[in-house]
């Protein structure tokens, strides 16, 4: 899988749009962009995927540039409930033996009132 | 909405002993996992299960690891004799296709 690189951490004000940066610049034709994100010591949370055209969901947007080579998340009007750590993954989608999940640091995001 | 449940939510034993990790899938899941993160790391894979067998797994997966599918609802991670590093909390994960979604994991203290 593609690695991928997000910045430690960054912090945004409650009710304004967060940014998330992520750089995949190796990332091959046929591997999705995936976001997920893990409150305190809770079980990780899918938030929202995508191979190459935008996408949003009710929780988030994602936005993949047009050579691929890096994407942002956008929480659209952060709560304090959004403070996580968000991990951007790329991998393959279809296989049996491609489906694990691989983990880097993520970006520490801390939303303040 | 459906979701991944894990039991217990903390399980202490001694160095030495057998811990038996519980997970329900959800339930029109075809395929299980296992990762586990030791406190202040990352998140890290174990083993990935579908149709009743291993489909990948990783270096820490050695022999003192196995997983079941003893029926058709519980997914279950064995360390048959457990070690100071195995410390960690472990979540399970399941997914129909594409996205996986996680339980609320057990954190295992050995001591």
């Known amino acids: 899988d593609a690695k991928t690189t997000q910045p430690t951490s960054m912090d945004c004000a409650e009710g304004r749009a967060a940014n998330l940066p992520c750089n995949h610049s190796t990332i091959s034709g046929n591997e999705y962009v995936y976001w997920y994100r893990q409150i305190h010591s809770q079980g990780p949370q899918y938030i929202i995927h995508g191979l190459k055209n935008n996408e949003t969901n009710e929780m988030a947007s994602l936005i993949i540039t047009e050579d691929r080579k890096s994407s942002t998340l956008i929480l659209p009007h952060a709560t304090l409930r959004d403070t996580a750590v968000y991990y951007c993954?790329?991998?393959?989608?279809?296989?049996?033996?491609?489906?694990?999940?691989?983990f880097g640091a993520g970006t520490t995001v801390t939303v303040r009132a | 909405e459906p979701e991944v449940t894990q039991t217990p939510s903390h399980q202490v034993t001694q160095m030495g002993q057998e811990v038996i990790l519980r997970c329900v899938p959800i339930s029109n899941h075809l395929y299980f996992y296992w990762y586990r993160q030791i406190l202040g790391q990352k998140v890290e894979f174990l083993v990935s299960?579908?149709?009743?067998?291993?489909?990948?797994k990783s270096e820490i997966f050695d022999d003192q690891f196995s997983v079941e599918r003893p029926d058709g609802s519980n997914f279950t991670l064995k360390i048959r004799s457990t070690k100071l590093e195995d410390s960690a909390m472990y979540f399970c994960?399941?997914?129909?296709?594409?996205?996986?979604?996680f339980g609320p994991g057990t954190r295992l203290t050995v001591t």
């Open positions: 994960a399941s997914s129909e296709v594409g996205e996986q979604y």
């Open positions: 299960f579908y149709n009743n067998e291993i489909s990948e």
């Open positions: 993954i790329v991998r393959v989608a279809g296989g049996i033996n491609d489906y694990k999940l691989s």
